[in-house]
């Protein structure tokens, strides 16, 4: 389900508890960066993938608490490999 704003997200992932969020870093009002660490507060347990148009460094998304990052335009192949990376590096 997509939400209009973080804060909205942020209610409902408290409520539904996902096993995964999709998240751009350009939120309207609170940024990708500090809605992944608010999640990661709520749900340690949650996979949060950024999906971006802009160049992050793997240590900038490591250390965002982002699992991975998708850079856009999303395509079924990069999000299949992205979720492979993922499922693998928590095995």
Same mark, same amino acid.
């Given at each position: 389900?997509?939400?209009?704003?973080? %804060?909205?997200?942020?209610?409902?992932? #408290?409520? *539904?508890?996902?096993?995964?969020? *999709?998240?751009?870093?350009?939120?309207?009002?609170?940024?990708?960066? #500090?809605?992944?660490?608010?999640?990661?507060?709520?749900?340690?347990?949650?996979?949060?993938?950024?999906?971006?148009?802009?160049?992050?460094?793997?240590?900038?998304?490591?250390?965002?608490?982002?699992?991975?990052?998708?850079?856009?335009?999303?395509?079924?192949?990069?999000?299949? #490999?992205?979720?492979?990376?993922?499922? %693998?590096?928590?095995?």
């Amino acid at each position: 389900k997509a939400y209009g704003t973080a %804060e909205e997200a942020i209610e409902m992932i #408290r409520f *539904f508890s996902p096993d995964i969020v *999709f998240t751009d870093i350009n939120l309207p009002g609170m940024d990708g960066y #500090r809605f992944s660490h608010e999640i990661k507060h709520i749900s340690p347990e949650v996979t949060i993938i950024a999906v971006t148009g802009e160049t992050v460094s793997p240590s900038m998304v490591s250390n965002s608490g982002f699992d991975d990052c998708i850079l856009k335009p999303l395509s079924l192949e990069k999000l299949n #490999r992205c979720l492979m990376n993922v499922e %693998e590096s928590k095995i």
